[in-house]
């Protein structure tokens, strides 16, 4: 599949989508129930438990969608449907919001649905003791919630919340009774929801299975007939090495891989009949954003150089055969709000950058391969441009601009690191270059990352870039419901943060996606990170 | 025998004492503070009064050897504590695992032995013929090959190529052909070389020649006399070789993504879930002195000298 | 607290302390006459020279990018490029120095230490013994791979931990070589007689008892040198050992993993080497055992 640069999403995600549903239908027109589908899945992408309250990963909430529907869901289209509400609604100011819920939906465990579960499950995520590390923030401060009648709810802010949907169509809705019966501990490994899928058996490290609900009601958009799913079962195999992973429905270890890496392309290229595709992850990109407290990167003209002195196209051929998807801004290029200025900004320029970093006063001296300061402020003389990499996965980009900086007489330090001791190192703020990427259609992570009102425990803003102008505009998306608007708000950001070249954009990582051809109706979400198998069926 | 299990017993007692303050002593010299990785989520830090409030609740306020006390008294009765990243009990995920990795290293030890036992008897009795130079060849680079890239090459042929085993897993027996095979590989080259120079030795001594003076069929002399004897040095060495294998295993583990004891001790390593990492040492290395123990006790059942020389 | 059935201490007689020139060479024929024990330090010997000398040979930097990624062997890249379009052959010739540095360094950390834990505790006997044993015994309840496992986790993941971990691993194997050594050595009579005539301690461990035991501990370091390479390598496919860019052997070849089937010369020309290092070492080590003496056991 091939991306034109400036192609949205959304478009990606319709047109893989379209291959796939219609081709399915056109070839066999009747869905044959029954089957395991089996995904091959990355094995440090296993969730470490399974409850979306708590745990903040996009495999989490993936996995507890197979298990519970949500209010809304975000379709191929990148489009809001109504999932376990039916219609909502919300005022001018963007203060209060309104849901109609579904009528006759039961839980797994045959208590009924209604606006009373809603509220525990949102209260069950706002408490304290649930120490919710994403939901809570994305269901933002609600003031109160009031229980209109027994099927419609309403959510009252203190400031307009517009970025509600975006939290709510990841929000399991788990059974009210079975969440208290288990407890916070236990409830993870006894998910009881209103989806397609019951929670089997999950060995850990190994294997994670679903079973079909057979008094599943259909109660999602996304499922095109009625009644319970297909699938008898669906199986996430966790695989830990990578040429295993891609191999996997080559060898008919599963019939579904989903994350491979570029490498699979070249497995399935010439086998035509397999499916392959690789979707676009609109969002902030493999983004390094930049500590602008200390030297070096305290210089604006040292920020400008390490943009000029890199050469991303090169990497992407290098690393990836050209597969990653560029990402020339704050936002990557596949984003429906990119702002396509960004790209001619800091075209690769290595001239430009050794002028700049000669202005810094970060000189070459004869002999040394590493630039050395003369007279820069708070850096003792002779000191070498060193600059550090900290990442938690795709270190091998920071590896190949290494080298391109050490042409320039840059030293950049790459250190991949896990996840617990890049929070220690950003808790402490004590980075060069830091790993940050958010994943979502919508153009209000540029506030939770840039907005300087976040740069808090807690919040995403670690760079230390304050600018007046820039957290104006940024509140605006929390405001501003219009998405044409909301764009142009975006782009006017993307704007300033380029200018003051606040991060350092490299690459978007596309999901790749092999599938056996007995696979139908396999439903991508908008975002390639997330689909829907509520009527997916196998072939016989 | 009595005493002799008695007295292998006490002098264990020491031991398993000293091996809980290394655990507990070198993981309490990490970097760190549990309570604060509780409270990191992908959010970020932790306000400071709740990271008080669960320091206080944790117990991490009290001196070293209240906590030490704490962590060894509960483990004498099989509390290992609670892990940071899956908020459970570490005992719980350990028993979890625990089959997967003792049904792996069982495999592999019936592998070592498969081929490391007939590989040294082949060598020893066609001594310095180009048969031994083969046998102690292959046994030679089975031992000195980095576990994961064997197992790569395993995967590569026997999965990729020939689609004959699964590369993933640890669903059924089938499952467990290639890592066996990694794992025991390894092993077979040490077995086989110590078969091969105790047979040879064996083979050297007076009662073999006499034997074979007297006219008893070649076959019989080594089935009957040397293979018998050079066999007892293998025993001790199987019980290493299990014992090793339980924690050797990780890497093996990590290659075919089976779930097992390695690799949430290397998970939690790499995620600092110190209760964790803490609590799958200690009892892998109970595990292991378990095992060794067992296995000596055997030996001196076997072996009746062994009793009376301690 | 495990009986040692494979481990017997070589027994010195006093008459061997004057005749130890032509023992020695008695040793160096028996070890000359053993093909595969010269194969092995032949090979030995060749990546010692090539870790000298290979940072004036290498044809690229082994460190930059020098091509396009994944480009099969050829006249320009002997060994092909790896995933980062660096040259595998450069980083093979130079990766050497690092390969045997923690092989040498990691057994150096180990055996000071436990040779003289092992002489004190077999020479001073009772208490001092007594509690060096057990904790000796302590550590070898931990399989080698998990000790080091554990000591990484503490000081976090790079070579120079890796070293450390390796070597105190190996603590114990010396500690109870040695000890055991000099149990066997102490009671004979020029060992008594030098203790009669006032001979300080040390003087008498150093001079007579460690000299005795040298044979098993050259076996057992040349053993754990192919053993330590090998652990380093574990760790580095598990990315606890050596961190990128370091042309570590392991390192090279867990990186190269990924694209085994598109481009198997990245992985298997660093696993290739480190077998041949490790082959050499237990070659070697062989050899050495039974030019020294056959009925010596050390395990390794």
């Known amino acids: 599949m091939i991306f034109s640069r400036r192609s949205a999403s959304a478009m990606v995600a319709s047109l893989a989508m379209g291959l796939l549903s219609t081709s399915a239908i056109a070839q066999t027109p009747t869905p044959t129930p029954g089957g395991n589908l089996t995904i091959a899945w990355r094995a440090n992408q296993e969730p470490a438990s399974l409850d979306g309250h708590i745990d903040p990963f996009q495999s989490t909430w993936l996995f507890n969608s197979f298990v519970a529907d949500p209010l809304v869901v975000l379709d191929g289209e990148a489009k809001y449907r109504p999932a376990l509400a039916t219609a909502w609604e919300v005022n001018a100011d963007g203060t209060v919001w309104t849901f109609r819920l579904r009528a006759g939906v039961r839980f797994q465990d045959g208590t009924p649905f209604n606006a009373a579960a809603v509220k525990y499950n ?15 923030s994305e269901l933002g401060p609600i003031r109160s919630i009031d229980l209109v009648d027994d099927l419609t709810i309403r959510l009252n802010y203190p400031q307009p919340w517009v970025t509600l949907l975006d939290g709510l169509r990841r929000m399991p809705i788990w059974s009210p009774t079975a969440a208290e019966r288990f407890g916070l501990q236990e409830f993870q490994r006894n998910l009881v929801g209103t989806g397609p899928f019951t929670l089997g058996e999950w060995v850990k490290n190994d294997r994670m299975v679903f079973r079909r609900w057979a008094d599943y009601g259909g109660w999602n958009p996304m499922s095109t007939h009625q009644g319970p799913a297909y699938l008898d079962q669906v199986t996430v195999r966790f695989i830990g090495e990578n040429a295993v992973l891609n191999e996997a429905v080559r060898a008919g270890t599963t019939l579904v891989g989903f994350s491979l890496t570029p490498d699979s392309r070249e497995i399935y290229n010439n086998r035509p009949n397999f499916r392959f595709m690789s979707l676009g992850q609109s969002g902030t990109g493999l983004q390094q ?135 220690d190192r950003v808790n402490r703020r004590d980075f060069d270059l830091m790993f940050l990427r958010q994943r979502s259609p919508d153009p209000v992570i540029l506030d939770q990352v840039w907005n300087s009102r976040w740069d808090q425990p807690g919040g995403w803003a670690w760079t230390g870039f304050k600018n007046d102008e820039l957290d104006r505009v940024v509140g605006q998306l929390r405001v501003v419901g219009d998405d044409t608007r909301r764009c142009e708000i975006a782009k006017q950001a993307q704007e300033i943060l380029m200018r003051n070249a606040v991060m350092l954009p490299t690459l978007s990582e596309p999901v790749f996606i092999a599938m056996s051809p007995r696979v139908q109706n396999f439903q991508m979400g908008s975002e390639g990170n997330w689909f829907f198998l509520h009527s997916t069926w196998i072939q016989r | 025998m009595g005493r002799y299990i008695a007295n292998r017993l006490a002098q264990l007692i020491p031991v398993l004492f000293l091996i809980s303050v290394i ?131 395993l995967i590569l042929t026997f999965s990729f190529t020939f689609s004959w085993f699964p590369p993933a897993g640890a669903d059924g027996l089938i499952s467990l052909v290639l890592p066996a095979i990694t794992l025991g590989f390894v092993s077979a080259g040490l077995i086989s070389r110590l078969v091969r120079s105790s047979m040879i030795e064996v083979l050297g001594e007076d009662y073999i020649r006499t034997s074979r003076a007297k006219g008893m069929s070649e076959r019989l002399v080594l089935w009957r006399h040397g293979f018998r004897n050079a066999l007892i040095p293998v025993v001790t060495m199987v019980g290493l070789t299990f014992g090793g294998m339980l924690a050797g295993a990780v890497v093996t583990e990590t290659v075919f993504s089976r779930p097992g004891l390695g690799r949430l001790v290397v998970s939690a390593i790499l995620t600092k879930d110190y209760p964790l990492v803490q609590g799958c040492v200690l009892f892998l290395a109970v595990l292991y002195l378990s095992v060794n123990l067992v296995v000596d006790i055997l030996y001196a059942w076997l072996d009746p000298r062994i009793r009376y020389a301690k | 607290m495990r009986s040692e059935p494979d481990l017997a201490p070589v027994l010195a007689s006093p008459a061997e302390e004057t005749a130890l020139p032509s023992q020695r060479m008695r040793a160096l024929q028996r070890f000359l006459r053993n093909p595969g024990a010269v194969v092995g330090a032949g090979v030995l010997g060749f990546w010692l020279v090539v870790a000298v000398i290979s940072p004036f040979l290498v044809p690229y930097d082994p460190t930059d990018t020098v091509g396009l990624a994944r480009q099969a062997p050829s006249a320009e890249f002997w060994f092909g490029t790896d995933t980062l379009g660096r040259d595998v052959f450069s980083r093979v010739l130079v990766g050497s120095q690092i390969s045997l540095q923690l092989g040498l360094i990691s057994i150096g950390l180990g055996a000071v230490p436990g040779v003289t834990m092992g002489l004190v505790a077999g020479y001073f006997g009772g208490l001092t013994d007594a509690v060096i044993s057990r904790f000796v015994d302590a550590l070898l309840a931990f399989p080698s791979i998990l000790l080091a496992l554990v000591i990484i986790a503490a000081l976090g993941p790079n070579l120079q931990n890796v070293m450390i971990a390796v070597g105190i691993g190996t603590v114990p194997l010396y500690a109870r070589l040695v000890r055991g050594s000099v149990l066997a050595v102490k009671q004979l009579p020029y060992v008594e007689a030098a203790r009669v005539v006032g001979n300080p301690a040390w003087r008498i461990m150093f001079r007579h008892v460690l000299a005795n035991a040298y044979a098993p501990i050259v076996v057992l370091s040349t053993l754990q040198v192919g053993n330590a390479i090998l652990i380093g390598s574990g760790l580095s496919f598990l990315g606890l050992g050596a961190q990128p860019p370091t042309p570590e052997w392991g390192l090279m070849s867990a990186e190269g993993r990924d694209v085994l089937r598109r481009a198997w010369w990245i992985s298997t020309f660093p696993g290739v080497a480190i077998l041949s290092v490790v082959v050499a070492c237990n070659l070697v080590g062989d050899g050495l055992r039974s030019a020294l003496d056959p009925r010596m056991r050390v395990d390794g």
Not at chain 1, 122 to 136: H, V
Not at chain 2, 70 to 92: H, Q, W
């Open chain 1, 122 to 136: 949102i209260e069950r995520i706002m408490a304290p003791a649930t120490a919710s590390k994403q939901l809570a």
């Open chain 1, 289 to 423: 954003v930049m500590n602008i407290r200390r030297p070096p990167l305290s210089d604006l003209r040292v920020r400008q150089a390490l943009l000029f002195a890199r050469d991303m196209p090169a990497i992407n051929r290098l690393l990836y055969d050209g597969t990653y998807i560029a990402s020339d801004g704050p936002l990557d290029n596949v984003h429906r709000c990119f702002w396509p200025g960004a790209t001619a900004m800091y075209a690769p320029n290595a001239d430009r950058a050794r002028q700049l970093l000669d202005e810094a006063g970060w000189r070459v001296v004869q002999g040394q391969p590493i630039r050395q300061s003369r007279g820069v402020e708070g850096v003792p003389d002779g000191t070498p441009l060193r600059v550090r990499w900290t990442t938690i996965h795709h270190r091998e980009i920071g590896e190949a601009l290494q080298s391109q900086y050490r042409r320039l007489g840059i030293d950049l330090q790459v250190e991949q690191v896990p996840g617990p001791i890049q929070l």
């Open chain 2, 23 to 153: 655990v507990f002593g070198i993981l309490h010299a990490l970097p760190g503070d549990p309570a604060e990785l509780i409270l990191q989520g992908a959010e970020g830090g932790a306000p400071p009064e709740r990271l008080r409030e669960l320091k206080t609740q944790m117990g991490l306020d009290d001196p070293l050897i209240v906590q030490y006390l704490r962590f060894a008294g509960g483990a004498l009765v099989g509390d290992l504590g609670e892990s940071i990243r899956f908020r459970t009990s570490v005992t719980g995920l350990i028993l979890d695992r625990l089959w997967y990795t003792v049904e792996l290293a069982l495999a592999g030890l019936l592998v070592a032995l498969l081929i490391g036992v007939p590989l040294g008897m082949i060598a020893a009795v066609r001594q310095n013929s180009w048969v031994d130079t083969l046998a102690m060849s292959v046994a030679y680079v089975g031992a000195s090959m980095p576990v994961f890239w064997f197992g790569l090459i």
